[in-house]
């Protein structure tokens, strides 16, 4: 099972999260199978068919992340989460957490 987590980051601060990223992803990578992580490059995103908006911007972060079952999901993450060193970290994310306008997971098989 793949995870597929979009993340709606605040536009101004998407320079300073290029940078604030690596060591945070060097530290979830000690704990998920994160097949891959990425950050929006400036391009302009492209759009097919009817768009239905909330005033959201496209996610700019995007990362997937491989498990072998929700169970084994959902109890990596509550660890995950309660973790006091991801807590200083995600406290010191460009803008603060709130930087954070919307996050996405979806779930996905291998075809």
Request: proline share 6%.
């Amino acid at each position: 099972m793949y995870e597929i987590r979009n993340y709606h980051f605040k536009p101004e601060h998407i320079d300073a999260y290029r940078e604030w990223a690596p060591d945070a992803v060097a530290f979830i990578r000690t704990r998920m199978d994160v097949v891959g992580f990425w950050v929006d490059n400036g391009e302009e995103p492209e759009y097919g068919g009817r768009l239905k908006g909330d005033g959201v911007t496209p996610a700019n972060i995007t990362w997937i992340i491989r498990w072998e079952s929700r169970a084994e999901r959902d109890e990596t993450w509550r660890a995950f989460r309660a973790d006091p060193e991801w807590r200083k970290i995600i406290r010191a994310v460009p803008g603060g957490p709130a930087s954070y306008i919307r996050t996405e997971a979806r779930f996905a098989a291998s075809v």
